[in-house]
């Protein structure tokens, strides 16, 4: 089954230093694991919320805004795309993320018709 | 399949009118299905799920079987395997539907594997039942749900019981049961028993839901009498199920010893007027004995083979200690004290320290007790719980002083949330200000 884990984080928390220094070493090491594993077939982090533009259109009229879809102190800070036997495969692997520690990983199954 | 399976549900007899049934005994027929309604209806749906993947069609399927028991068992007799000729009778169903609805080409093959299925054995309806447990109990699905579907599909309960037990409307419930087969579905949540690695939590996982159920029934403070005794047979069952399809796991057995343990004392729990005994003035004539010496028979069994006793045995030996006592006075509180002092590393929390402080303030009196209460009181961890000041109250009751406990049963009074208890708290209050 594919599912789609939404890196959450609070940007209000601080890291440690040592945090700070581990953390792309870490998201390294577990995208190497899941790629390894073969459960991981795409992801990346995403630039932070103040570089998103929103995008809607209404009465056929394009309206753009500045920032993300919802204003909310944790934001989506990246995504990976897992292909995964089961739900409890997906847990595993969410749970070992090294944002799991501190932010919160969402696993959203992907749509299948 | 030797004995007697019936036809295919679209075959005649199916429909044949009740009006040309030879004369049969209509309350036995009656039982005999109600009791196999109780007994197979959690393997029936497991078994169809293990074989389609799909629990609507797998309840739909042992609803048609028990449908079709009623008709034809009073005019066939009752099968020798009642459980056997549901399960055949859904699986035909199942294939049935599943080729009806076959444009589909993924249905057509889901039906060809349901064809060509050997006939389930009795280890695989075992296998399947454990699956359903495991996967109701998933922890990836809301608790209320975990117990919605547990109640749905492994006791048969109808939506609108399972409704009623809880105290929601009969949509909110059906919602809720939807929304959870479908999660289970879109989610990819397992049918199967975890493995090793996970097993221990999921265990206690699905134990939790069960011992949640029974304490719906036996303590909840909504539904009536006759829903509440339901539910804790119900809970009762499905415990004694797990326990026999995981005898390596000591918690199971220490569970269902604990219920019965409970149970047992159930009817001398509430006075006339519905208010609480406690324990120490409950007429203990009226305990089930049998109950009562079968538990303490399993607990045996249970706590020779363990080494180091889970939270469920413990709570299960706190229980025979007092369901064994002959009075109240004879009961052994050093042991029960000991007892919740174990459980307290077990799985520490304020309402075991606050046991603890009652089964202390027995055992080396009131001063004891009294002293677990006050740090339990500076520690805030339970403000707002009744218990609290109502325990304080009663030990500065036994140590004489009067006004204090008064204050402290005012306190309780003002948390205490059922009639019952607020009816308990205000004659105590009475006394001390006597």
Redesign the interface.
């Known amino acids: 089954?594919k599912?789609m884990f939404l890196i959450c984080v609070d940007g209000s928390i601080k890291l440690t230093e040592e945090q700070r220094a581990k953390a792309p070493g870490d998201g390294i090491a577990w995208a190497t694991e899941m790629d390894g594993r073969g459960l991981r077939l795409d992801g990346n982090g995403l630039q932070p919320t103040c570089d998103a533009t929103t995008v809607r259109v209404r009465s056929g009229e394009v309206l753009l805004a500045d920032g993300p879809f919802a204003e909310t102190k944790e934001h989506v800070a990246g995504f990976d795309l897992m292909d995964?036997?089961?739900?409890?495969e997906?847990?595993e692997a969410a749970a070992k993320h090294p944002c799991a520690a501190f932010g919160a990983i969402e696993?959203r199954?992907l749509w299948?018709p | 399949m030797s004995e007697n399976v019936a036809p295919m549900s679209d075959a005649p007899a199916f429909d044949a009118p009740v009006s040309d049934a030879p004369e049969f005994d209509a309350p036995a027929f009656d039982a005999a299905v109600a009791e196999a309604f109780r007994a197979e209806w959690g393997k029936v749906v497991a078994t169809l799920i293990g074989l389609t993947g799909d629990w609507d069609l797998a309840e739909e399927c042992a609803q048609d079987a028990f449908a079709q028991a009623v008709r034809t068992w009073p005019r066939d007799g009752v099968p020798q395997r009642p459980g056997a000729w549901l399960t055949t009778v859904a699986r035909n169903r199942a294939l049935d539907r599943l080729r009806r609805r076959a444009s589909e080409s993924a249905k057509l093959a889901e039906a060809a594997v349901l064809a060509a299925a050997p006939t389930t054995t009795a280890q695989e309806i075992s296998d399947d039942r454990l699956r359903l447990i495991f996967t109701c109990c998933?922890p990836?699905l809301p608790l209320e749900a975990q117990v919605a579907l547990t109640l749905r599909t492994l006791a048969g309960l109808t939506t609108a019981e399972i409704a009623r037990a809880f105290l929601v409307t009969e949509p909110t419930m059906a919602k809720r049961l939807v929304r959870a087969k479908r999660k289970i579905r879109?989610?990819?949540?397992?049918y199967r028993v975890?493995p090793a690695h996970?097993l221990p939590e999921r265990l206690s996982g699905a134990l939790a839901v069960l011992y949640l159920l029974f304490n719906e029934g036996y303590a909840a403070t909504a539904g009536s009498e006759l829903i509440r005794r339901g539910l804790c047979a119900r809970a009762i069952a499905l415990a004694g199920a797990l326990a026999t399809l995981m005898p390596g796991e000591p918690e199971a057995m220490a569970l269902l010893a604990l219920m019965h343990l409970h149970n047992a004392r159930r009817d001398s729990r509430l006075d006339a007027s519905g208010d609480l005994i406690t324990l120490e003035d409950q007429d203990r004539s009226r305990w089930d004995q049998a109950e009562i010496e079968a538990a303490v028979v399993l607990l045996d069994a249970v706590s020779g083979g363990v080494s180091s006793p889970g939270p469920y045995l413990v709570q299960a030996q706190i229980a025979a200690c007092h369901a064994t006592a002959p009075a109240a006075e004879k009961t052994d509180w050093d042991r029960i004290a000991d007892l919740y002092l174990m459980l307290g590393r077990l799985v520490p929390s304020p309402v075991i320290e606050l046991n603890r402080a009652v089964a202390v303030g027995m055992a080396q009196g009131p001063a004891a007790g009294l002293v677990i209460v006050d740090a339990l009181t500076t520690s805030g961890a339970l403000t707002g719980y009744y218990l609290l000041p109502a325990t304080r109250a009663d030990l500065q009751r036994r140590l004489g002083r009067n006004s204090e406990a008064a204050v402290s049963y005012q306190q309780a009074l003002e948390l205490a949330a059922t009639g019952a208890e607020r009816r308990y708290l205000a004659r105590r209050l009475a006394e001390a200000r006597r």
Do not use: K, S, T, V
Not at chain 2, 186 to 190: L, M, V
């Open positions: 089954m599912y995964c036997a089961d739900l409890d997906a847990i696993i199954p299948q | 998933h990836a879109n989610a990819g949540i397992p975890p996970l």
